[in-house]
């Protein structure tokens, strides 16, 4: 396949963002798509694939290319995946000859070269996770499908799967998630707004459930950002009962905001969090649902730059930020009443030991039940959660 040479400079400074400017790459692409509107279906393609295969896999690239230079991963990836790399393509390190002889020594390299992670996180996720960690790692290399979560308020999951195939996007129910649909394809960009269907990983859509709301109950969503489970939650409550979502951040209030009218909630309150607003809602709740900020290295396959972003000072951070919402939401539940903490986080740190730690330092607690999502699992995100009640 031959290379068109304003697609593939479109591809460095993008991979500038990410690598040297930190930024998130799933907003990169979608700029550079509002950036260049001529590009068809196959450019549009054929750049995104390129950033983000390279990103994925930058340190295989750079062991094969012998080079920290993009444009050298860049010629490593499109001669890995058939493409005729250009001559007038430049870079610094290996020639393509050398990059095809080095490949063979791809399999002695260690782990962390061949699966594409930083060395401390490789270190790290091997001392918590122990031998399981080698799995995890490759699966998530792996690409990840697109999962819709049908709006039960809205249709059934059989008429939206039939109405889907009839607009030619093949799609399949999930046995392990009941409201889920799995697509073969994309989705047109027409359908996203679709009051139906929300587009949430099936993983994700065993959260909400593991709560066991029924109808009528007083529910907190204690870190609803931008309102995926609280919109889940909602449809579980068939329009009975009270559901409370509260964060930190108003950008991301103000879109849960919008998708819930869209979706056509009404018994919902949102409030951005305060230290002095939280005393109100003290004793109120039958269920708090914690889903709390984490790592998100379950969901790597479909962030990998996050492997990139993320450093041991920030995961120390968000450990001790988790620390503190266990010690503080579930405060807000009445007698009797129960909480689910959750993550899409791989790490016992962030998952199990902030649990064990908890009934350590809060006799109050013990757990009703706990469940890990490994990633790649029924082609799921990695996923932890925990239900606890007062005992
Ligand atoms: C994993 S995300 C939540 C995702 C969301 N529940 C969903 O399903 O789309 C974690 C959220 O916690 C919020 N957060 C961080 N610190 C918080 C705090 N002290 N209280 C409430 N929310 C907080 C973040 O702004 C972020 O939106």
């Not at 304003?6 to 998130?24: G, H, I, K, Q």
């Not at 012998?66 to 493409?83: H, I, K, M, R, V």
């Not at 080095?102 to 031998?131: C, K, M």
């Not at 849960?256 to 949102?270: F, P, T």
Request: glycine share 8%.
């Amino acid at each position: 396949m031959r290379i068109h040479r304003p697609l593939a400079e479109a591809c460095l400074p993008l991979l500038d963002s990410v690598f040297d400017r930190n930024e998130v790459l799933d907003r990169v692409m979608g700029q550079a798509f509002r950036e260049n509107r001529k590009w068809g279906k196959r450019d549009r393609h054929f750049v995104a694939e390129s950033v983000w295969e390279v990103v994925r896999w930058k340190r295989v690239f750079s062991f094969l290319a012998d080079t920290e230079d993009p444009a050298g991963w860049l010629a490593a990836f499109w001669q890995q995946s058939g493409y005729e790399c250009p001559e007038w393509w430049q870079w610094e390190g290996a020639t393509l000859e050398e990059m095809a002889e080095r490949r063979a020594a791809l399999g002695e390299q260690p782990r962390a070269v061949r699966e594409s992670y930083p060395d401390w996180l490789d270190t790290r996720a091997e001392e918590e996770i122990g031998d399981s960690w080698s799995s995890i790692a490759s699966a998530l290399n792996r690409k990840a499908p697109v999962f819709l979560r049908v709006n039960r308020a809205e249709s059934g999951r059989a008429e939206v799967r039939e109405w889907l195939n009839e607009q030619g996007v093949g799609c399949s129910e999930v046995a392990e998630a009941p409201d889920a649909l799995k697509l073969d394809d994309s989705l047109p960009r027409a359908l996203f707004q679709d009051p139906r269907f929300e587009i949430q990983d099936g993983g994700s859509q065993l959260i909400a459930p593991f709560l066991d709301i029924q109808p009528g109950m007083r529910v907190i969503d204690a870190c609803a950002g931008a309102g995926g489970k609280t919109l889940h939650l909602a449809s579980l409550m068939q329009g009975k009962g009270e559901i409370v979502a509260l964060d930190v951040s108003q950008r991301r209030l103000d879109e849960l905001w919008r998708r819930a009218k869209r979706a056509g909630l009404r018994n919902l309150k949102v409030e951005k969090w305060s230290d002095m607003g939280l005393s109100k809602w003290t004793g109120w709740a039958d269920r708090v649902l914690i889903d709390a900020p984490c790592s998100g290295l379950g969901t790597i396959r479909r962030q990998p730059d996050l492997k990139w972003r993320l450093d041991e000072k920030g995961l120390g951070k968000v450990i001790r930020v988790q620390r503190r919402l266990l010690d503080h939401y579930p405060e807000l539940l009445r007698a009797g009443g129960s909480f689910v903490y959750a993550t899409c986080s791989v790490l016992p740190s962030e998952n199990e030991t902030q649990i064990g730690n908890l009934l350590e330092r809060d006799g109050r607690w013990e757990t009703e039940a706990s469940r890990a999502v490994h990633p790649g699992e029924h082609d799921f995100d990695g996923f932890f959660m925990a239900r606890l009640r007062a005992r």
